[in-house]
């Protein structure tokens, strides 16, 4: 039985679908924090930099908005983090990828970092690809199983040697 609940646990490491109810989280996120600096913009429980309110958006509802699309953006294998990139606008410059707008940088945003709007978006820009290559090797299925493999490793009785299918059939 044990086997059998082993190779359960393995198949559904390899065939669960980002943002699906199977998908396997190893420990839950942070809270998004707030500081002096503003709201703040978090990926796998990282903070990765803060932002404040524009317009009608509040710095709280910016901040979670943002995290998502970042969150998405790195449960999606298919984007390289190499397609993210910086494109000027007259009132924002965005932080984009060939498919989808991550965030814009306003002004205002870049105004207490005291730089200019465009050096703020390539900092952040860099910053989103660093979390999303950390989050993506974290949240890999060949670490979760390692981590699968440790906690059985210090449970007694435990076995963590792969099965082969014919093993499971008897």
């Known amino acids: 039985m044990k086997v059998l609940i082993s190779v359960l646990f393995i198949v559904s490491l ?16 942070k809270t998004q924090e707030v500081n ?7 990926l796998g ?3 990765l930099f803060y932002v404040h309110g524009i ?3 509040t710095g709280s509802e910016r901040a979670k908005g943002i995290s998502g699309r970042i969150k998405r953006l790195a449960e999606d294998y298919t984007v390289s983090t190499s397609s993210i990139t910086v494109a000027e606008e007259d009132i924002a ?3 984009v990828t060939t498919d989808r707008i991550i965030m814009s940088v306003f002004d205002s945003d870049a105004k207490p970092e005291k730089l200019p709007r465009k050096e703020l978006a390539e900092r952040y820009a860099q910053i989103i690809r660093a979390g999303v ?7 890999s299925h060949h670490n979760l199983f390692l ?7 210090r449970n007694p009785g435990s076995d963590c040697s792969l099965v082969s ?3 499971t059939l008897s």
Not at 133 to 139: D, G, H, I, V
């Open 147 to 153: 981590g699968y493999c440790l906690y059985l490793d």
């Open 165 to 167: 299918p014919q093993q």
């Open 93 to 95: 410059t965005s932080i």
């Open 14 to 29: 390899f065939v669960s679908v980002p943002g699906s109810s199977a998908e396997v989280t190893p420990a839950p996120p």
């Open 55 to 57: 317009m009608a958006t």
């Open 133 to 139: 290559e950390k989050y993506r090797q974290e949240y």
């Open 36 to 42: 002096p600096q503003g709201y703040s913009v978090m």
């Open 45 to 47: 429980g990282d903070v």
